[in-house]
């Protein structure tokens, strides 16, 4: 295809080059690293809880980037060209200001906040946070043999259906035959060189499981506990759903009195007033006698709180209420939103401190970054330990 | 590009080619290859086809790439400096769009084989970057991945610091000049070595500066005198310094080489045979690559403005030029195939940005003040100065090694080399971390921190001590 000694064209097949992607994919490995290591940022952003049906957000990374020596970028000139009428003064445009609110945003093309967002998709971002967790001192109970829906892909026959054909292995017995006769290469294929993939149904056994969600909406809850509430229920209710397919959540509020209410209601629900924590505590036992019974079911109540309740004749008797709870349940989490750290003392956690079980999971929040902590000590699998053991 | 399409552009070719000749360009032989959108945005991001993997590539293709899928920006041309050069074309451009690129691409050829700053380059740079990927390859293989990306990382991230000038060096980098032991040893038989001669000969004093001048070629410096690393992680340093050299010449004449080109597959274009359609379409193509932007300046156009001054003047002197300065008109061809020849950004922008230029291009200063930017400077020489400061050692601080033997303990002695101008210590302080994992021991870095000098100091990957100097 020459035109001159001295310039040519060509076109050729460029449908096999894979470089950039190959590159791609790891540097989506090391976002991928770099999430992990900061869980503890990550699930406590605000963008995140509120990206209801956005399916990806974006998650700022200041450890994946290559440093180099370079001068602060602080107040620094640039330059510009304007269309011939130009003067001193004139605007070119506005940065959002560079507190929190503003962080998620890259301003244009202007220079500015230069550190690297990641586009991650929910889900991506949730299989990181869920790695490690479960439903701690699960048991088996009910006989409810569910099959899931997938199928697995493990054996390999002389019979099956053509669209699951196993291209790889019929060549190697054609080659293999052939070569038995003396023949080289491909061809003459027979229904003898067939070799065919089969499935098999994949069923597991599920253990029932209902986890009763608290929360305090009484009027010393504030915006600051509201969503560290919220952020904490999120990932849970996501977390079970993702995971276990036969878990069933209950939803309760309260404030001087408790109520069962639905997801949305949970979420979005703003009241106000005292504080009875004990009548929540209740309606979970009530529930709990009525619907499902510790026989068949495991069961795990969760329950935020400022702690602040309604005298020490209450906090007694939610003691009690805490341990009549922990006879029949598999965990009693406990989580105390304390913002920047502890205020007073005679909140709940301090009546608590004395449950002397390992079944009791207590956990104080007093930032953000506190919330992918809880998570993890709520949900890490645990065994039974063997009676007498020492904890 | 249908094969009729292919083949019109192929003979177009040839005439633009004749064209070039006819004009004066001196390019080398160039071949063309059409390629998928895909391809030429992984080109883009790794700068040279098949250079080594890495991370920062795969990111630079990611964003490349969502860029165009989002239709916001898109890469006409990429052109590899080499002998004979390479350029690549998008397989899915009008034909007009591709003749016009393959112009520009011979004026950028022409300006690689001419300008001055492009004689020690090496123009085999393609075969050599695949040999350099295949040898990163084949350390990933004996080492494992991770181990070398950890030296990738840390390489990558002083990349810039080579020497821009390195012919210019007054010795050999080579030469190993470190302080030797002070006296030779003695031995039972030192009288049989020195027998016939008086006395001993003498032995000259050891070399006490280590390096003698400070050395502005950091990678070189870490290549050849870091006392721990592994051979494969010099030839790690080596490569990295070899294609961040070969980049220099283009970052140092991104302006004039964007200028020359524009300026000449304008001129090219119009002397082609091109039917009415095709010149409207033509037109249209070559404002949009000149379209000024408000908040940087466009390199294809304040480039080729500044040509085309510089040709005017020469050819229509003033009568002061004709009676100062001796021009006796009609020299203007003349006048800029010397400058593509001599000049770079810097000595281009100095003399030929003149006062008349900056107005009629309209160029100002601006800055953030209260998160509003604002324009605040539209005096010329400040304008044209602030452009020169920015393009002063590529932007990058200025950071020589001062010893490389300190405290008599092999500690590494970096100076900032301060010009007004602080460095962002957040990035300093992971960046010498990085210098530290290769030069394995103590690293200590020379800055000015609020006004004040002081010494940044890493003695191992995690603790950073801040001094000042004693």
């Known amino acids: 295809m020459k035109t001159s000694p001295s310039i040519t064209l060509t076109q050729n097949d460029w449908s096999l080059h894979r470089k950039g992607p190959i590159d791609q994919a790891r540097h989506n490995e090391k976002v991928k690293e770099a999430i992990r290591g900061n869980l503890d940022q990550i699930v406590g952003e605000e963008a995140i809880i509120t990206s209801d049906g956005k399916k990806v957000v974006k998650v700022p990374i200041r450890s994946l980037d290559l440093p180099r020596f370079r001068f602060d970028r602080g107040r620094k000139d640039h330059v510009g060209q304007g269309e011939g009428d130009s003067k001193v003064g004139d605007v070119l445009g506005h940065e959002a200001s560079s507190q929190e609110a503003g962080r998620g945003k890259q301003a244009g093309e202007l220079p500015g906040v230069d550190y690297y967002e990641a586009d991650v998709t929910i889900d991506e971002l949730a299989a990181l946070v869920f790695e490690d967790l479960g439903l701690p001192f699960l048991q088996p109970k009910g006989r409810a043999l569910v099959p899931a829906d997938d199928v697995r892909f493990n054996e390999v026959r002389r019979q099956g259906i053509m669209s699951n054909l196993d291209k790889r292995r019929t060549i190697r017995e054609n080659l293999a035959r052939n070569a038995r006769a003396g023949v080289r290469g491909f061809g003459a294929l027979t229904t003898d060189d067939?070799?065919?993939?089969?499935?098999?149904?994949?069923?597991?056994?599920?253990?029932?499981?209902?986890?009763?969600?608290m929360r305090d909406v009484s009027g010393s809850m504030g915006e600051f506990e509201k969503y560290i509430t919220r952020s904490f229920y999120y990932w849970m209710v996501r977390f079970l759903r993702t995971r276990y397919s036969q878990v069933e959540i209950v939803f309760i509020t309260h404030h001087t009195e408790a109520r069962e209410v639905d997801e949305d209601g949970f979420f979005n629900l703003g009241e106000s007033g005292g504080t009875k924590v004990s009548s929540a505590y209740l309606l979970a036992l009530e529930i709990l006698a009525d619907r499902y019974p510790a026989a068949e079911w495991n069961s795990y109540p969760f329950h935020f709180s400022d702690g602040d309740n309604w005298g020490e004749v209450d906090n007694a008797r939610c003691l009690d209420l805490v341990n009549s709870l922990l006879e029949r349940c598999n965990v009693f989490g406990y989580g105390e939103i304390q913002e920047g750290g502890r205020r007073s003392l005679s909140t709940l956690m301090s009546t608590f401190s004395t449950i002397d079980d390992p079944h009791f999971i207590g956990v104080t929040i007093a930032d953000k970054e506190d919330v992918y902590p809880a998570l993890k000590q709520f949900f890490s699998t645990r065994e039974e330990l063997p009676a007498g053991a020492v904890r | 590009m249908t094969p009729d399409e292919v083949r019109d552009l192929e003979s177009s070719m040839a005439e633009i080619w004749a064209l070039a000749q006819k004009v004066g360009l001196d390019p080398y032989p160039t071949h063309f290859e059409l390629v998928p959108a895909s391809i030429m945005y992984e080109f883009g991001?790794?700068?040279?086809?098949?250079?080594?993997?890495?991370?920062?590539?795969?990111?630079?293709?990611?964003?490349?790439?969502?860029?165009?899928?989002?239709?916001?920006?898109k890469i006409y041309e990429l052109v590899i400096n080499t002998n004979p050069a390479y350029a690549f074309l998008l397989e899915n451009n009008t034909v007009l769009q591709n003749k016009l690129v393959a112009a520009h691409v011979l004026a950028h050829v022409d300006f690689f084989k001419n300008n001055a700053y492009f004689q020690h380059t090496n123009r085999g740079m393609l075969e050599a970057t695949s040999v350099n990927a295949e040898r990163l390859r084949q350390y990933e293989f004996e080492h494992g991945r991770d181990e070398v990306e950890r030296v990738l990382d840390a390489v990558l991230s002083i990349q810039e610091h080579v020497d821009a000038n390195p012919t210019l060096r007054a010795r050999p980098a080579s030469d190993d000049?470190?302080?030797?032991?002070?006296?030779p040893r003695e031995g039972p038989f030192d009288d049989l070595v020195y027998i016939g001669s008086n006395r001993r000969p003498e032995v000259p004093a050891p070399e006490r500066k280590f390096p003698p001048e400070p050395e502005k070629d950091l990678l070189l410096f870490i290549a050849e005198h870091a006392p721990d690393l592994e051979p494969w992680e010099r030839d790690?340093?080596?490569?990295?310094?070899?294609?961040?050299?070969?980049?220099?010449?283009?970052?140092?004449?991104?302006?004039?080489?964007?200028?020359?080109?524009?300026?000449?597959?304008?001129?090219i274009m119009r002397e082609m045979d091109l039917p009415q359609d095709d010149y409207v379409e033509f037109a249209r193509l070559h404002s949009g690559v000149l379209a000024a932007s408000r908040r940087s300046i466009?390199?294809?156009?304040?480039?080729?403005?500044?040509?085309?001054?510089?040709?005017?003047r020469w050819d229509q002197p003033t009568d002061e030029d004709r009676a100062r300065l001796g021009r006796l008109g009609g020299e203007g061809r003349a006048k800029i195939f010397e400058v593509r020849e001599l000049d770079n950004d810097q000595s281009f922008l100095r003399n030929y940005l003149t006062k008349d230029l900056v107005e009629e291009l309209d160029l100002y200063l601006y800055r953030l003040e209260d998160e509003t930017w604002v324009i605040v400077e539209k005096d010329w020489e400040v304008v044209r100065d602030t452009i020169l400061t920015s393009l002063t050692n590529f932007g990058q601080p200025y950071i020589v090694v001062e010893d490389g033997d300190h405290h008599r303990n092999r500690g590494l002695r970096l100076k900032h080399c301060f010009e007004g101008q602080?460095?962002?210590?957040?990035?300093?302080?992971?960046?010498?971390?990085?210098?530290?994992?290769?030069?394995?021991?103590?690293?200590?870095?020379?800055?000015?921190?609020?006004?004040?000098?002081?010494?940044?100091?890493?003695?191992?990957?995690?603790?950073?001590?801040?001094?000042?100097?004693?």
């Open chain 2, 177 to 183: 000049v470190r302080p030797r032991a002070r006296e």
């Open chain 1, 194 to 213: 067939l070799r065919f993939k089969t499935w098999e149904p994949h069923v597991k056994e599920e253990c029932n499981a209902v986890v009763i969600a």
């Open chain 2, 45 to 73: 991001a790794y700068g040279i086809p098949g250079r080594f993997s890495h991370w920062t590539h795969g990111r630079a293709y990611q964003q490349i790439k969502t860029m165009y899928d989002y239709g916001l920006s």
């Open chain 2, 298 to 312: 466009n390199p294809y156009y304040v480039g080729m403005k500044i040509f085309e001054d510089i040709e005017r």
């Open chain 2, 236 to 267: 790690i340093v080596h490569i990295v310094r070899s294609e961040q050299i070969y980049f220099l010449p283009q970052m140092q004449t991104k302006v004039m080489n964007e200028g020359w080109a524009s300026f000449w597959h304008a001129r």
């Open chain 2, 422 to 470: 602080e460095l962002d210590l957040g990035y300093a302080d992971k960046t010498l971390r990085h210098v530290q994992r290769l030069w394995g021991r103590s690293v200590h870095l020379e800055t000015v921190i609020d006004g004040r000098p002081m010494t940044l100091v890493v003695d191992d990957e995690r603790s950073l001590t801040v001094m000042t100097p004693r």
